[in-house]
């Protein structure tokens, strides 16, 4: 059974910067696409990047400040964070969906970020 666990969440000032990681285990990383959400209350969880291979993608509100990187050595996926802004405030979630997939199957138990004004 595939596992996610995410770290590095926290409190940030505005323009600062915070790096989320996400460790997998329980399947073969390689075969996932990886993603990272975030969700703040009363709203829908959103995507906010995912890669798989050498692709990415990104949701238009945060590219050009994160960065989404794996390492299939580790089994591994991080998120640099950075300009942060207050609006990206959210419990982030790290996400992973066997390749071809249309949904993602697996979650972490998310982390928060704060990003104060």
């Known amino acids: 059974q595939v596992q996610l666990v995410e770290s590095g969440g926290g409190l940030v000032q505005a323009g600062g910067s915070l790096r989320l990681s996400c460790a997998f285990s329980?399947?073969?990383?390689?075969?996932?696409?990886m993603a990272w959400h975030r969700q703040v209350p009363g709203k829908q969880r959103e995507l906010v990047a995912a890669?798989?291979?050498?692709?990415?993608k990104y949701a238009d509100s945060v590219k050009g400040r994160f960065t989404i990187s794996r390492d299939n050595a580790k089994n591994t996926v991080s998120l640099q964070m950075n300009s942060l802004k207050p609006e990206d405030t959210a419990v982030y979630y790290c996400?992973?969906?066997?390749?071809?997939?249309?949904?993602?199957?697996?979650w972490g138990p998310g982390t928060q970020v704060t990003v104060s004004a």
């Open positions: 329980g399947s073969s990383f390689s075969l996932f696409t």
């Open positions: 890669g798989y291979g050498g692709a990415t």
């Open positions: 996400a992973a969906k066997f390749r071809g997939n249309d949904n993602y199957d697996y």
